[in-house]
């Protein structure tokens, strides 16, 4: 899969590098291995992993065999965004 950066996902990346050192490559792993991937905005993607007592979000679309990341942020709002399965009721 190849990644493809816009410029405003490349300055919010280093934007979180300074607050919370969120790397480009943490951000490429979430993208690659994500925790989840849950439905975005219109059509969009938001792959999302825990990360520094939070969660790193990583909204994206899927361009045949790429991911154009849109933004990247962190959030400690765990609980609104992680998608909880329940398993027992799915059966």
Known sequence: MRIVWT???E???REWEKRLDITREQVENVL????QIAAG?????VAQSRCANGLLRVPFVELGEERK????YWTSKFSKYWEVKDDANSL
């Open 32 to 35: 690659r291995k994500p925790e």
């Open 7 to 9: 410029h405003h996902s």
């Open 41 to 45: 905005y219109r059509g969009t993607l």
């Open 69 to 72: 990341i849109l933004t990247v």
């Open 11 to 13: 300055e919010r990346q």
